[in-house]
Every structure is written in C-alpha cells, then in structure tokens.
Antibody
Framework: EIQLQESGPGLVKPSQSLSLTCSVT?????????WSWIRKFPGNKMEWMGY???????NYNPSLKSRISITRDTSKNQFFLQLNSVTTEDTATYYC??????????WGQGVMVTVSS | DIQMTQSPSSLPASLGERVTIICRAS??????LNWYQQKPDGTIKPLIS???NLQSGVPSSFSGSRSGTDYSLTISSLEPEDFAMYYC?????????FGGGTTLELK
C-alpha cells in the first residue's frame, strides 16, 4: 500500500524558512512518478506548489519560484519542501502527493503550519 | 494560470438526494479535469480523473461529465460518508490549478 506522511514544525516565525518532509512507503520516489507539494489555505483555496520528478529535476509554481526548493533523499525515500521568507499568508495545511501523469493519486494526511511570531 | 470557478461553494443536501457540483475553466482544458474528495479529517482522495474516469474503489454513485465548458461531478444518491469537501483540478496547462471547493453538508 502506498502511503505518504508529512512531518515538520507546526509553527514558524515570519521571515524564517518552513521545512517539511514527506516520507513515502510502498513506492520508491525514483520509480517513474513525480512528487508534489500542495497546500490548502484557511478559507479552502488550494495551491500546487511544485514537484520533484523521479529523476530529481524540479518544477515550481511561478508564484513561489523565488522562495521554494524541493529536494530529496533517495536513500530514505523522502522528499522535502523548503519555503523561504514566510509570512502569515503562508499559514496553511501542507500536503505531499504523488502525481500520476495527469492527476494526484496518493496524498498524505497533511500537516498544519502556522506562521506567527 | 487557468482559473477554475467551482459552484456552489456550499451545498446543503439530504440523504438519498442527487447533487451536482460544477467547475468552469477560464480557458479550454480539453477534458483534463480531475475531482477530489476531502474528508473532515483532512484525508484527500481522487474520485474522477480526465473528466469521467472513476477511480478504483469509488462508488458508482459518483460520475463526472462535461457539457461545453462546464465540468460536473454528480452524486446520484447521497450516503452519509459523502458529506465532505470536493475540489476540481485542471491539468491541461501549467501550473495545475484547483477550484475553490464545495462543502457538501447535511441539510
């Protein structure tokens, strides 16, 4: 069974960096899929943030391009999100998800991150 | 970015009722439209891909269709577990974008 699990701090101070981990089981992240980060804001808007491919290349939402970095550790079958210079507008629930050609077929449970001093 | 306008944002309904949620894209998306369900515990799962392809394990009471520029998710007879949040998502153009969500709530 494929499972994704997000982890990371639930509280980040403004201007600092947000760092999250997605741990994947049941499928290796080098196996031909792309691995995304998606967030849901209070008020329900959802935003795709970016992905890292099975080969390690990345693609980001242009709205975040200057602040976001997605990396991976293939030995641990994990991928990571770093979002720099956060503001209160980055308060959201963050999800990792597997992208299967044209839709997101497996999602993590989500981790709520609050940006506050 | 393609804007996805989803309606209604809130949908009160009764058990056994037939309901429809609609998404309209700001430009053509050629059936590249997916539907997701988010449960109150935050769990998200895909329901329908490419307008009308029902995902494995999803009840046949769910269906997806297209009429012109409107993409619809229909639940033919509501069960208790269907009361949740629903999102559409387009995959025709980069970046992928989501509709604003529909909360399906018990009337």
């Amino acid at each position: 069974e494929i499972q994704l699990q997000e982890s990371g701090p639930g509280l980040v101070k403004p201007s600092q960096s947000l760092s999250l981990t997605c741990s994947v089981t049941g499928c290796t992240i080098t196996s031909g899929y792309d691995w995304s980060w998606i967030r849901k804001f209070p008020g329900n808007k959802m935003e795709w943030m970016g992905y890292i491919t099975y080969s390690g290349s990345t693609n980001y939402n242009p709205s975040l391009k200057s602040r976001i970095s997605i990396t991976r550790d293939t030995s641990k079958n994990q991928f990571f999100l770093q979002l720099n210079s956060v503001t209160t507008e980055d308060t959201a629930t963050y999800y990792c998800a597997r992208y299967n050609n044209y839709y997101f077929d497996y999602w993590g449970q989500g981790v709520m991150v609050t940006v506050s001093s | 970015d393609i804007q996805m306008t989803q309606s209604p944002s809130s949908l009160p309904a009764s058990l056994g009722e037939r309901v429809t949620i609609i998404c309209r894209a700001s430009q053509g998306i050629s059936n590249n439209l997916n539907w997701y369900q988010q449960k109150p515990d935050g769990t998200i799962k895909p329901l329908i891909s490419y307008t009308s392809n029902l995902q494995s394990g999803v009840p046949s009471s769910f269906s997806g269709s297209r009429s012109g520029t409107d993409y619809s998710l229909t639940i033919s007879s509501l069960e208790p577990e269907d009361f949740a949040m629903y999102y559409c998502q387009q995959d025709a153009s980069f970046p992928p974008t989501f509709g604003g969500g529909t909360t399906l709530e018990l009337k």
